[in-house]
């Protein structure tokens, strides 16, 4: 049903918790990092940076955000910018935040 | 839509060197339509004998599900007088294929809006061109406008929220732009206008329908002043040059991040160049669309850096790039030249000086021969006066 259109922003992003791509989400990669769509909320973003579409990936099998840039090695530098553009695609609803049972890799 | 980061220059330096596949496609499943507006951009109307096959269009499907094109834009004609055209939508939502389609609300009954409010992979665009029947009526046709709000009403009522009021910008409906906000407003959808092109039969009402310098800026502030709120397909980016860029790309997209499937299976550089200059290929030859779109030759050429031509030397030029390949094709005006809407006037001039120009004509034309019930008349029938006063003879004047 077409409810995710009208709902409000979600709770706020915690780079500490798990959080995984959206299951109505995909990524499509491409040189400059990946197109994201949205098929409930038939949102398109773009994920400007190759090291964001890896954190991206990561996310599901991670114990929380902070875990997935650590795993894809993301220069110090970067990661701000990166859960940056993270918090943009949670409040999105792009990505999502793990419920318990999901959470575990 | 949403861009990550703050490097906005780079990625549409990205875009204009072409993507692994499009952003969005259009793809106009039939030239079949129940109207005969008199601006429609593929001149359609009837049928084409050669249109792609039930089967034809599955594998279509497959094929953009495969490359990841999310979702696509299905259009016409009135792409739901085709008989198979709700078995093809639950075949492209079962694969991932987003649809966002177009019509004029003719099979929009209640029972269709009810199946389409269920699921969230379907958009809907209702097109009208007036935000009342005498201005709808007078170029889309008799009871257009009654068709289109009912399918409205049909929406609404199911609780599809969010659908799209497409309208088309002329000189006949710019005043009207708060109407048709409120029109939106008031089903609850999102109000999408777009640039009338020069293309199909578009190219006959152009130089009487576009809108003047001073509807063009008025529309430019009215855009601005409502931003995100009204969809406009990156239509207007030749407006750019007014002042902030509109929301958008603000970049030509044509065999870029766009492209145009048509009815039997042509291949164009965007929906508004049905021109056999713009064709890049057909999907029937081996490779499908996937070769096409990766290998045509039109394509790479698109898809090399250009200079800008006569306009790289505009001050403007970041701005609006030149402006739509398809108007400037379709007024005879050279394509690395303005647009014939530039807002620094040079369109207009270059137009003038085209003055005798021969202006190309779409490829194809799939219009009514007949007469269609209720159809548009814009321009007054012209009346001869018999040779002579006295001549009542059915036939006079005509060659012996």
Request: glycine share 10%; proline share 6%.
């Amino acid at each position: 049903m077409r409810r995710l259109l009208s709902q409000g922003p979600g709770p706020a992003f915690d780079p500490q918790a798990p959080y995984r791509l959206h299951p109505q989400a995909e990524l499509r990669d491409e040189e400059f990092g990946a197109l994201a769509y949205h098929f409930g909320t038939r949102r398109l973003s773009f994920l400007k940076a190759p090291a964001l579409v890896d954190v991206v990936r990561a996310l599901g099998d991670a114990e929380s955000v902070e875990a997935a840039v650590r795993r894809c090695a993301v220069p110090e530098a970067q990661r701000p910018a990166i859960l940056r553009a993270l918090a943009g695609l949670a409040g999105t609803d792009m990505i999502q935040r793990r419920v318990s049972e999901e959470s575990l890799p | 839509m949403t861009v990550l980061e703050s490097r906005p220059t780079k990625l549409v330096d990205h875009f204009a060197l072409g993507l692994n596949a499009p952003i969005c496609l259009t793809w106009e499943l039939t030239y079949a339509c129940n109207l005969a507006c008199v601006h429609c951009l593929s001149s359609s109307g009837r049928r084409d004998p050669r249109e792609l096959s039930t089967a034809e269009c599955k594998v279509v499907i497959d094929e953009l599900q495969r490359m990841q094109v999310f979702y696509v834009n299905i259009g016409g004609g009135e792409p739901t007088v085709r008989h198979d055209f709700w078995e093809l939508l639950d075949y492209a939502v079962e694969h991932h294929v987003g649809v966002k389609f177009s019509t004029n609300g003719v099979k929009l009954d209640a029972a269709a809006a009810r199946r389409l409010a269920a699921t969230d992979y379907v958009d809907v665009q209702i097109s009208v061109d007036g935000a009342s029947a005498d201005v709808n009526d007078a170029v889309r046709g008799t009871g257009s406008f009654r068709t289109a709000v009912a399918a409205m009403e049909n929406l609404a009522a199911a609780g599809f929220r969010g659908f799209k009021i497409s309208v088309v910008v002329t000189r006949e409906n710019a005043g009207q732009l708060d109407a048709f906000k409120a029109l939106a407003d008031r089903y609850d959808a999102q109000l999408r206008l777009t640039r009338l092109r020069p293309s199909g039969r578009g190219a006959d009402v152009w130089a009487d329908l576009h809108p003047t310098d001073e509807q063009q800026r008025a529309l430019y502030q009215w855009l601005v002043a409502h931003g995100d709120n009204v969809l406009t397909g990156d239509s207007f980016f030749h407006l750019s040059g007014l002042g902030d860029p509109l929301p958008g790309l603000n970049l030509c997209g044509a065999g870029r991040v766009v492209c145009l499937i048509d009815p039997i299976g042509d291949v164009y550089a965007c929906p508004f160049a049905i021109h056999d200059q713009f064709l890049a290929g057909n999907l029937r030859e081996p490779g499908g669309f996937q070769r096409v779109w990766q290998d045509s030759a039109l394509f790479a050429s698109l898809r090399k850096p250009d200079g800008g031509g006569a306009c790289s030397s505009c001050s403007m030029f970041d701005a609006c790039r030149g402006g739509c390949m398809a108007a400037k094709f379709f007024t005879g005006l050279p394509l690395d030249g303005p647009d014939p809407e530039c807002v620094q006037g040079h369109g207009a001039a270059a137009l003038a000086a085209a003055g005798g120009a021969v202006i190309p004509k779409p490829s194809g034309d799939h219009s009514h021969k007949g007469p269609v019930r209720g159809q548009p008349v814009l321009v007054p029938l012209s009346v001869r006066r018999p040779d002579r006063a006295c001549d009542e003879s059915p036939l006079a004047g005509l060659p012996a």
